[in-house]
T-cell receptor, first 112, second 112 residues
Framework: SQTIHQWPATLVQPVGSPLSLECTVEGTSNPNLYWYRQAAGRGLQLLFYSVGIGQISSEVPQNLSASRPQDRQFILSSKKLLLSDSGFYLC???????????FGSGTRLTVV | GNSVTQMEGPVTLSEEAFLTINCTYT??????LFWYVQYPGEGLQLLLKATKADDKGSNKGFEATYRKETTSFHLEKGSVQVSDSAVYFCALKTGTASKLTFGTGTRLQVTL
């Protein structure tokens, strides 16, 4: 079955600092990968998804970017964090016939 | 576009009470429907799912029936426990890159 490793679990960063969140997948190949964000008091919003290496689709305009340098690695980045980037970030993967969707344990980001 | 509407929370119930969390959706095509649960400090876990009209998903005493005529997927449990306290998300998945669209989540608090 699919397993997602996502780190760090919590992160406190100052405004204007860079960000790099990493997500790696085990137990499957060529999955679809996703970054979701859950802001305080709001639901889960899809930020980016990728159907293959180097293929990134953005769902909403924002201060963040994503990259997929390897099949099972998905990275969320920012050059300069804003206060509004605070939230709970979840990585997810989907592989048809391989157990469906799997979510990572999430990273709680607080920008101060 | 696709959307999911969930009843506002928080919902506070006494142990052994009956639970209903309403969920309605708007989607093109024939989506699959899901309920995910997020326990405190953890990531999302699949609770149950239904892939076509009139399907009933069930797990851990929770049930939801895919109602195409009312575009609904309400979550029910006959007798809640304190351990059911969590945030519940209704979601749908359509064919385009298998993206999930989530509702805003409903926080359930069960007290003794």
């Amino acid at each position: 079955s699919q397993t997602i490793h996502q780190w760090p679990a919590t992160l406190v960063q100052p405004v204007g600092s860079p960000l790099s969140l990493e997500c790696t997948v085990e137990g499957t190949s060529n999955p679809n990968l996703y970054w979701y964000r859950q802001a305080a008091g709001r639901g889960l919003q899809l930020l980016f998804y990728s159907v293959g290496i180097g293929q990134i689709s953005s769902e909403v305009p924002q201060n963040l970017s994503a990259s997929r340098p390897q099949d099972r690695q998905f990275i969320l980045s920012s050059k300069k964090l804003l206060l509004s980037d605070s939230g709970f970030y979840l990585c997810a993967c989907f592989r048809q016939g391989a157990g469906g969707y799997t979510f990572g344990s999430g990273t709680r980001l607080t920008v101060v | 576009g696709n959307s999911v509407t969930q009843m506002e929370g928080p919902v506070t119930l006494s142990e052994e009470a009956f639970l209903t969390i309403n969920c309605t959706y708007t989607a093109t095509g024939y989506p699959s429907l899901f309920w995910y649960v997020q326990y405190p400090g953890e990531g999302l876990q699949l609770l149950l799912k239904a892939t076509k009209a009139d399907d009933k998903g069930s797990n851990k005493g929770f049930e939801a029936t895919y109602r195409k005529e009312t575009t609904s997927f309400h979550l029910e449990k006959g007798s809640v426990q304190v351990s059911d306290s969590a945030v519940y998300f209704c979601a749908l998945k359509t064919g385009t890159a298998s993206k999930l669209t989530f509702g805003t989540g409903t926080r359930l608090q069960v007290t003794l």
